[in-house]
């Protein structure tokens, strides 16, 4: 188990996380090298193991920094960026770069550069102008690369709508009009500097039933028959996003064989029929591997009891560590990690620092009696609270430690006062 209880404390991945915060300081991200270790291999087992030419391509927008992008090098995993600075981190950590691959919607000429001129793995178009920027790119560098195209499959999954992604009025991706994507993939076939690889969409976040996907794969394979009629290609891969759902409270994560052997079986069962040899077939999971491996950790400051009304109890830290449930009325769990076995007396709403009445992290949390300088842990944190952080009322982002059977390190140091100042000008 990677979340026990010993003598009421709170354990994760064999760590005391009392003493971790004692030792490191609060707030702090901590991650379990054991629990992203085991979603890799799980992976592994249920996917590029059992079908050929698989990879996975971890979405590092849910959480990434240097020593991440080792865990995953030594998984085997491929990394799938959307930026320049996610390329930069990927490439400082000295991550194999034919397993990188560069999404987003408004790549500028230099993300692209700088992908083109480190021969990354494959760049995923997602709009008009993009394959002539790329053709730039590869002409000054005088390379060539793999491009996919990222398709609006024109379906919608059941989450939050923030986070769809695949509806037909959507900024990601091209619109599947014929005579909108069909003069694209013709100019990237017969362009001598890219290669065209294939087709990729992506479907929603958090998602917990594989009706969208297998309703988004028909759009894409109906694509691939056209691609082939029109100009006698065959793609070589099929690139079906990420979106797998983690566990926040009680939704129950599904395994990644739920989602992915129907994919497989339709993908399959098409090229069967076609005649012609399944191409590669890549996922890009974020949240199902980084959620439910970290937790953050607070000190416990103000404890307020409206009579009749609630009690807030404040942590020194919040929207700025982790802006989802402000921004997606996220829900989470936690409980106070120094009397973890404690009966469960107290209703509170826990609260954040920041000068705004949405920093609230947990709603009518029943929790055993809190007092100032208890430390508070938030359970599933790892996705998107990090990568998501910010400065706001001038809080320091907090640091990150990463734990492994009873050993911790720090893998990002807590911003400081002087490292949040250090840009600006008198
Ligand atoms: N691939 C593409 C092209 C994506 O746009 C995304 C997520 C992923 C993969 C990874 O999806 P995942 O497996 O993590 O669900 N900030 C939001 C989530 C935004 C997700 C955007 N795209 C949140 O905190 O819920």
Redesign the pocket.
């Known amino acids: 188990m990677i979340r026990e209880i010993k003598n009421d404390k709170l354990y994760f991945d064999g760590c005391d996380t009392v003493e971790l915060a004692e030792k490191y300081g609060t707030p702090l991200y901590v991650y379990s090298e054991s629990d992203i270790v085991s979603r890799c291999s799980e992976i592994r087992e249920s996917f590029m193991d059992k079908y050929p030419r698989t990879r996975a391509a971890y979405?590092a927008?849910?959480f990434f920094t240097l020593a991440m992008a080792d865990i995953l090098n030594k998984e085997g995993m491929c990394v799938?960026v959307?930026s320049g600075g996610e390329l930069y981190t990927a490439l400082k950590a000295g991550f194999p770069v034919e397993r990188i691959e560069f999404?987003g919607n408004n790549k500028s000429y230099d993300e692209i550069k700088l992908a083109v001129e480190n021969h990354i793995g494959r760049i995923?178009i997602d709009g008009p102008q993009e394959l002539s920027l790329i053709e730039q790119a590869c002409r000054e560098c005088n390379t060539t690369i793999k491009v996919l195209f990222?398709i609006t499959p024109g379906v919608m999954s059941a989450t939050?709508k923030?986070?769809t992604?695949g509806g037909k009025d959507s900024k990601?991706g091209i619109p599947m009009d014929d005579e909108v994507i069909l003069p694209q993939i013709k100019a990237a076939i017969d362009s001598k500097y890219v290669e065209f690889y294939g087709l990729?969409f992506?479907v929603?976040?958090?998602?917990f039933d594989n009706q969208s996907y297998l309703m988004a794969l028909d759009v894409l394979l109906g694509l691939v028959k056209k691609i082939k009629k029109a100009y006698g290609y065959d793609i070589k891969e099929i690139n079906v996003?990420?979106?797998?759902?983690a566990t926040y409270i009680n939704e129950e994560r599904k395994p990644y064989s739920y989602f992915l052997d129907p994919i497989m079986e339709k993908i399959e069962d098409y090229y069967k029929n076609a005649g012609v040899e399944r191409p590669n077939v890549v996922i890009?999971?974020?949240?199902?591997?980084?959620a439910e491996a970290g937790i953050m950790l607070y000190t416990v400051g103000s404890i307020k009891e409206i009579p009749g009304i609630k009690t807030y109890i404040s942590v020194n830290g919040g929207m700025t560590d982790n802006i989802?449930p402000a921004?997606?009325q996220?829900e989470y769990t936690g409980v106070i990690a120094n009397k973890a076995n404690e009966p469960k007396t107290d209703t509170v709403t826990v609260c954040g620092k920041c000068c705004e009445s949405g920093d609230i992290l947990i709603n009518n949390l029943e929790i055993a009696h809190p007092q100032a300088g208890d430390t508070f842990a938030v359970f599933a944190t790892g996705?998107?609270g990090y990568s998501?952080a910010s400065n706001y009322n001038k809080n320091p982002i907090p640091g990150v430690a990463l734990v492994k059977d009873g050993k911790s390190r720090m893998i990002v140091e807590h911003q400081t006062y002087d490292n949040m100042i250090s840009r600006e000008l008198k």
């Open positions: 979405a927008k849910a799938d959307v999404n995923i990222r939050h923030y986070i992604t990601f990729h992506h929603g976040s958090q998602l996003g990420g979106g797998f759902g890009e999971p974020g949240r199902s591997i980084a989802r921004l997606y996220a996705a998107y998501m």
